[in-house]
């Protein structure tokens, strides 16, 4: 019994030994040197100093601080979010502004805008994504919320509905901010038009779910979703 004890620490004294060789060669050997360093996404080609910091630490990969190079690439405008992994053996990899957007802005080019309302570059992965269009908008810097006061309110109501009836939300090809008071709605389904105001937006999208499937009516309508407890076809 004795010598199954000592032959187990052996085991135990040999493991840990190889263990600490390991973690030794991977943080000393030359191998894992950050050489190399790669940054995607949109604007990535316009941000500044991304593989320069990574190459001149000339470090470890794996005492490589991603903490202080993403607080440093975070301060610069044109950086909304950051996420940086390792490429063994030797390379860093950066994903910048990479954002799920709820809805697309069209003004002179093409936007997102994130579920806090913030405007996000384009993405051209976003090619096949399937979220409503905001048109008659007058956009701001990256990152910052449109100048019109009704975006907020739509945005919730758009959030509430994509929770709740995705379907609803999935149909909802257009929102045009031109006029004033109201917001026009198209759907994918038709070319009817839908009027709202922003204030209890998603009551007036649950109205204009139900108009849009049960009621009868030709092409190029116009329905006011307005006033409580009825809908009004305007000519």
């Not at 990574?54 to 690439?73: P, T, V, W, Y």
């Not at 996420?83 to 030797?90: D, Q, T, V």
């Not at 579920?115 to 269009?133: G, M, N, Q, T």
Request: net charge neutral; with cysteine; proline share 3%.
């Amino acid at each position: 019994m004795s010598l199954a004890i000592r032959k187990k620490y052996w085991w135990y004294l040999v493991a840990t030994f190889m263990l600490v060789g390991m973690m030794v060669f991977l943080h000393l050997s030359p191998v894992f040197a950050v050489k190399g360093a790669e940054i995607q996404g949109p604007f990535a080609d316009k941000l500044d100093g991304f593989s320069e910091k990574c190459l001149q630490s000339g470090g470890n990969i794996f005492r490589f601080d991603k903490s202080r190079l993403a607080h440093e690439m975070l301060d610069q405008d044109k950086v909304g979010n950051i996420k940086l992994s390792i490429s063994l053996p030797n390379s860093i990899k950066g994903e910048v502004n990479r954002f799920e957007p709820m809805v697309l802005i069209l003004t002179d080019k093409m936007y997102g805008l994130d579920r806090h309302c913030r405007l996000i570059p384009y993405d051209s992965a976003w090619k096949k994504i399937d979220v409503p269009i905001l048109t008659g908008l007058r956009v701001k810097g990256l990152f910052q919320t449109p100048d019109d006061y009704r975006v907020a309110d739509v945005m919730t109501g758009l959030i509430e509905i994509n929770d709740e009836m995705p379907d609803l939300y999935r149909q909802i090809a257009e929102i045009d901010f031109s006029d004033d008071v109201y917001v026009s709605i198209y759907l994918t389904t038709g070319t009817d038009r839908y009027l709202a105001v922003s204030r209890d937006f998603t009551a007036q999208l649950i109205k204009l779910d139900v108009v849009s499937r049960t009621v009868a009516r030709s092409d190029d309508g116009c329905y006011n979703l307005q006033y409580d407890g009825v809908v009004i076809k305007q000519r």
